[in-house]
């Protein structure tokens, strides 16, 4: 059994679960006559059935910062998500290790163990990757992100949101199918033969424009750079044969291992989870990213 199969397997079991805990046969049909593949390692929803699934009790996240101009507005009883607070979390010192503040994070805005989870934001997805890798990180199962944020899924639900009922949630470090690396890991693959992929705009990758939080101006040596907007197609997250040409035509090949890293994890969060849904099945994720890594002045840097 290869690796996709077997997450494959592993997601139906949870799905069934989840459905099930639902209580809606009503989904499953949705689901099923959707032509929709919801099983791993596919990430993304279309709104008609994200708005199925949370029509019969799954748990829908709305994902807002405020470095948002406009907010994803909150649809069919969603929960809201600070994904400011969430990220400085995973900021701290053992963010990233001690699992006990995500799950206590987690577990007031209603996140139960193998019930699924939708999260949406404005439609940048950056937001809502963030939150959906963290919760798969964390061992949610299953989850997934609305394709098109709440632009796609306004038409399909009633505005408004729901009350949180906090959970016994209990978090597990679940590095499959993204593996979680760190600087020192990142920094031992410069020798190697691992792809280092900067998902940030070219401005941000050569220097010429620096972010707060950002001690130097440059990228990781080596690193190639592929601006996660290009994976998107009016509007929309490109279809997995659309992303697989991208990515190959940027070079990258389905066995090479990859190291996706950004600014600060929202948009790497959500171009390694494109990847592994084109089908890439040794993707790791530097999830702190280069603030993380231009604030060590011991690690060099290129413009």
Request: contains cysteine.
């Amino acid at each position: 059994m290869d690796r996709r199969t077997f997450l494959s397997t592993l997601s139906l079991g949870a799905l069934a679960v989840g459905l099930n805990g639902c209580g809606s046969q009503d989904v499953q049909r949705t689901l099923s006559g959707s032509g929709q593949d919801v099983t791993a390692p596919n990430f993304l929803l279309s709104a008609t059935v994200a708005a199925a699934l949370a029509r019969s009790g799954a748990l829908l996240l709305a994902a807002e910062s405020q470095v948002e101009p406009h907010p994803a507005p909150l649809l069919g009883g969603a929960i809201r998500v600070d994904v400011d607070a969430l990220t400085l979390l995973t900021e701290q010192a053992n963010g990233l290790t001690d699992l006990s503040a995500l799950q206590a994070f987690f577990q007031a805005v209603g996140v139960q163990d193998q019930k699924p989870v939708i999260v949406y934001d404005d439609g940048e997805m950056k937001f809502a990757a963030r939150v959906r890798f963290l919760l798969g990180y964390c061992g949610a199962a299953p989850t997934w992100m609305v394709n098109g944020g709440s632009n796609a899924l306004q038409p399909q639900l009633p505005a408004g949101g729901g009350i949180a009922t906090p959970s016994g949630f209990q978090a597990r470090p679940t590095n499959t199918p993204i593996a979680l690396v760190f600087q020192s890991e990142v920094a031992a693959a410069l020798k190697g033969t691992a792809k280092i992929v900067d998902v940030r705009t070219p401005a941000e990758f050569t220097g010429q424009f620096l972010l707060p939080g950002d001690a130097r101006p440059g990228h990781i040596p080596g690193a190639l750079n592929l601006p996660v907007e290009s994976l998107f197609a009016q509007g929309l997250i490109a279809s997995d044969q659309q992303l697989l040409a991208t990515f190959s035509a940027a070079g990258l090949n389905l066995a090479d291992r990859m190291i996706v890293y950004c600014h600060d994890g929202a948009k790497s969060s959500l171009a390694a989870t494109l990847l592994v849904q084109a089908g890439f099945a040794n993707v790791n994720l530097y999830y702190l990213s280069y603030r993380d890594w231009s604030q060590n002045p011991a690690l060099p840097v290129e413009i």
